[in-house]
């Protein structure tokens, strides 16, 4: 029955590709990937036309198996259009309809070819639906998997850019944290914090949490790895923005951060300056002192 069924498919493609063609783009058309504005009609064509030329080639010297040899240029063609979609913003629906809507005109096919003979036409149809279907299938997790990467990349770029590391005095940076402290995101921090110590050759810096929703034992490990690494690279550190709540729960858990903590980055600042032998005075005060 397959191979009867992989004869009738073979041969139906063949003779009747171009109304096959002609029937797709249509239900491409009518099933909205041209309404999006991601991809241009001359571009949907010819994506069509290449797939089903190779779903052709891979027909008639590779059988129904979709994961053979016969079908790797196609896999690979149908990897590439979801690579591109996934990364032009089409929804799982729009991608696994560019498989799947071939059914319909394929079968519409074998129905033109086989006329009365019911049992080519079972055949045919049955090794239409396991081919595509495994396609499909392929053309999703290649989809899926883009767009994993994707979203980790924009993770990570989110990460960096919510992670600045601002030099507020000579030799004293100031790290605003803010989202959830996971263990990526200590990555990110770790590395931009002792990048800026070098840079700056910084004496002290201040790791301000005021946007750090909540403080629990995981968020303060991680909070001791970021302080030790600065201090391995010659820097004190100064913890600033533990709101009360987030103090009570510190004390509720038995969480001691070991390391200076002030209210507010003011505070923590004022600190680092007579630290490092600063003090900030106002302007009518250092005048009235330099008449005297």
Not at 9 to 28: F, K, M, N, Q, Y
Not at 105 to 120: H, M
Not at 180 to 207: C, F, K, P, W
Request: charged letters at 20%.
């Amino acid at each position: 029955m397959a191979m009867d069924g992989v004869g009738v498919l073979s041969r139906t493609v063949a003779e009747d590709e171009a109304g096959i063609l002609d029937a797709w783009l249509g239900h491409l058309k009518e099933g909205g990937s041209m309404q999006t504005g991601r991809i241009r009609e001359a571009e949907l064509q010819t994506q069509a036309r290449t797939v089903l030329g190779q779903f052709r080639d891979a027909l008639a010297s590779g059988g129904a198996d979709a994961n053979g040899e016969a079908y790797a240029p196609l896999r690979e063609t149908l990897a590439d259009i979801s690579r591109s979609r996934a990364l032009q913003g089409f929804t799982p629906t729009d991608t696994a309809n560019f498989v799947l809507s071939l059914k319909e005109p394929v079968f519409e096919a074998l129905r033109r070819t086989c006329g009365t003979d019911a049992s080519e036409l079972a055949s045919g149809l049955w090794v239409t639906g396991k081919v595509l279907d495994q396609l499909g299938l392929h053309t999703m997790e290649v989809f899926l998997a883009s767009r994993e990467e994707v979203i980790g990349r924009q993770g990570q770029e989110i990460a960096e850019l919510s992670t600045p590391v601002i030099r507020l005095w000579d030799g004293i940076l100031a790290l605003p944290l803010i989202g959830t402290l996971d263990s990526a995101r200590t990555g990110v921090v770790m590395e931009n914090l002792l990048q800026a110590i070098v840079d700056e050759q910084a004496e002290i810096a201040i790791i301000d949490i005021t946007g750090v929703p909540t403080v629990d034992t995981l968020v303060a490990q991680h909070l001791l790895k970021t302080v030790a690494a600065a201090r391995l690279m010659g820097a004190d550190c100064i913890i600033s923005g533990i709101r009360p709540q987030i103090a009570l729960t510190m004390v509720h858990l038995g969480v001691e951060l070991n390391v200076v903590s002030k209210a507010t980055l003011a505070d923590a600042f004022a600190v680092a300056l007579r630290r490092t032998g600063r003090k900030v005075v106002r302007q009518q005060t250092a005048q009235a002192d330099e008449r005297r």
